[in-house]
């Protein structure tokens, strides 16, 4: 019998530790496993007895690459289960905080992450040896995204101005109009990121995902919407819990999230783009266009061009929501009557896709549980169908070819491992 | 809109950049060692906080003259032994490379802005070794006792105006 085993290491991480062990036997992939650590199952328990007031603040610290997304799930379910509604300005000024946070992350992920995968690069900084302008374009483009967040939040990483009901500061008129020339700047970066991706060399590969994002009637979902799929499902958010289970598998501390079929899904940039993709913005649908991207992207190779996509609509749409801007009357709304406990659920659209959030509050506001589902949970399952299928594509490859196709599978899904799979190393094992 | 909670003031002279997750156990050494340092040093030394992504690093410290780093790192050593390591035109040696718990590592900071070149003239980097890291959880006796060393060593560097305090306990 011939076994062909792939291992790569543990690396430990603080945005989550991951390996990936591919066993073939008789030339067919016999299993694989995507090994993932995800940090909030130990912040669910630390949330405990804490006040619902808290919850953004030490979710925030959940994930360093997309804080605001933990903050923005939990506040929005916390103002579930307290019946609070935030509209107007309040409303557009989260929006434009979770702009900046797709911009941070995603240019990280294109620019330091992702391109040297295509490039023939070990990593960002030989890249940058050889054509440290492209790498600065990305660090350019990056640091749009933190100054929105550095105005809104409070810092640029792990924000502190937000707060259930709204902020605790709001940013003036002539602030928000101060980063008007560095948001046009990054557009113009944005639309050459998209034209750069373009210019990349996709290996094939066709998969058939079931695409799960929020859906808004009138925008690209950020914070508010259904959850929608592409093979039917429509839910309330605050619903989550009656279409997804999540199950403990035996070779990882994560729960893996699955349709309640048992079926994986994909949530992020290619689900949002395929379900979604009317809403975004003239600019980004035009450029979009111009390099042949189509309306529904199945190669997860290719989904750097959708993530530079998403970068123009979130520096057009800061622009915008900046354009528009009126001061609130109130940084904050509180909220009203007397609370007697109760469940708040919520989800919104991380950088990586979908961001679910449960909260159980005892009537004094301290949380009894806490249920958080991160996008990389979610997309575990299918990011391992999408392994298995590259492995069966390239048997005839070498072992250090196969790995790296492997290691660039999960990157393309920008879990919060990719970077630790840049340091992964390889151990192969023959019978 | 800058914190005041995190930052000290002053825009010229040394910069100290503590790094890490306030609420990760150890990987909070290196904030605890840059708040611990601001009433030794006083308002000539520039303290900020940081999560030490690699880009974040670059516009903190690109054209600045003297920078010092704290953080945790996890090399394999004992919990709480500490370095002082003078960053030159080479790479950060291979025992920290990878070591950070922060994204791309502290090394890979060095080497991108080496690059690119935007480092400082002059980077000095602590290093903590640290080995716990759940979420609430407090700095261990050994790295506690590890930030006070380096907070004192440090402010010798820097020169000192205040007298060290105990070290707070962080919330549990």
Redesign the interface.
């Known amino acids: 019998m011939s076994e062909r085993t792939i291992a790569v290491d543990y690396?430990?991480?603080?945005?989550g530790e991951g390996s990936l062990h591919v066993k073939l036997r008789e030339g067919r992939v016999d299993h694989v496993e995507l090994r993932i650590f995800e940090?909030p199952r130990?912040?669910e328990?630390?949330l405990r007895g804490r006040m619902y007031s808290e919850a953004p603040d030490?979710t925030a610290?959940i994930c360093?690459?997309c804080p605001v997304a933990y903050q923005m799930s939990s506040v929005h379910a916390m103002e579930q289960a307290y019946g609070i509604s935030v509209g107007g300005s309040l409303r557009a000024l989260r929006r434009l905080l979770y702009c900046g946070e797709w911009i941070e992350s995603h240019a990280?992920h294109v620019y330091?992450l992702h391109a040297p995968d295509f490039l023939g690069y070990p990593?960002?900084?030989h890249l940058?040896?050889d054509d440290?302008e492209t790498?600065?374009r990305g660090?350019a483009l990056?640091?749009a995204g933190?100054a929105l967040m550095?105005?809104l939040g409070?810092?640029?990483?792990?924000p502190?101005?937000v707060r259930v009901g709204g902020f605790y500061?709001t940013?003036s008129l002539e602030e928000l109009e101060s980063l008007r020339p560095v948001l046009e700047s990054a557009l113009e970066i944005a639309v050459e990121t998209v034209h750069f991706a373009a210019g990349l060399p996709f290996p094939e590969a066709e998969e058939e995902y079931e695409f799960v994002a929020l859906q808004h009637p009138d925008e690209y979902a950020m914070n508010e919407g259904e959850v929608v799929s592409s093979r039917g499902l429509r839910i309330p958010a605050s619903r989550f819990d009656e279409a997804f289970t999540r199950a403990p598998v035996g070779y990882t501390s994560a729960l893996q999230s699955v349709r309640k079929e048992g079926t994986p899904y994909l949530v992020g940039p290619l689900a949002r783009y395929a379900l979604n993709g009317r809403h975004l913005s003239p600019r980004a649908r035009s450029v979009a266009r111009e390099v042949g991207l189509e309306p529904v992207v199945r190669n997860p190779f290719r989904s750097i061009l959708v993530r530079g996509v998403e970068l123009v609509y979130a520096c057009e749409e800061a622009l915008r929501i900046i354009a528009a801007y009126q001061p609130p009357d109130a940084p904050w709304v509180e909220p009203t009557g007397k609370f007697h406990g109760g469940v708040g659920a919520a989800a919104t659209e991380a950088p990586r896709g979908l961001l679910y959030h449960r909260y159980r509050l005892a009537p004094d506001g301290k949380i009894e549980t806490a249920d958080i589902v991160a996008p990389t949970a979610q997309n575990q399952r299918r990011i391992e169908e999408d392994v298995r299928h590259v492995v069966e594509r390239s048997l005839a490859l070498d072992d250090a070819r196969l790995t790296d196709l492997c290691e660039r599978a999960i990157r393309n899904h920008d879990p919060c491992i990719s970077?630790a799979t840049h340091?992964l190393r390889l151990e192969v094992e023959r019978t | 809109m800058t914190s005041p909670a995190t930052e000290s003031a002053g825009t010229v002279g040394p910069l100290v950049i503590g790094v890490g997750n306030e609420v990760r156990g150890d990987d909070a050494a290196g904030l605890q060692v840059a708040r611990d340092l601001r009433p030794l040093v006083g308002d000539r030394v520039r303290i900020v906080e940081s999560l030490g992504g690699v880009a974040e690093l670059l516009d903190l410290w690109d054209g600045r003259g003297r920078v010092y780093l704290i953080d945790a790192v996890r090399s394999g050593g004992a919990a709480g032994k500490w370095l002082r390591l003078r960053v030159g035109a080479e790479p950060l040696p291979s025992s920290l490379a990878g070591t950070s718990t922060h994204g791309l590592s502290i090394a890979s900071a060095v080497a991108l802005g080496q690059q690119l070149g935007r480092m400082p003239t002059h980077l000095v980097v602590y290093g903590i070794e640290a080995v716990r890291f759940d979420a609430g959880s407090p700095l261990s006796p050994e790295v506690l006792g590890a930030v006070r060393q380096v907070t004192v060593a440090l402010a010798d560097e820097l020169g000192r105006v205040g007298t060290p305090t105990p070290v707070a306990v962080r919330r549990s």
């Open positions: 690396l430990a991480r603080v945005e940090p130990f912040f328990a630390f030490i610290r360093g690459i990280l330091l990593d960002a900084i940058a040896k440290p790498v600065k660090l990056k640091k933190n550095q105005l409070g810092r640029e990483i792990h502190i101005n500061r940013p970077c340091f």
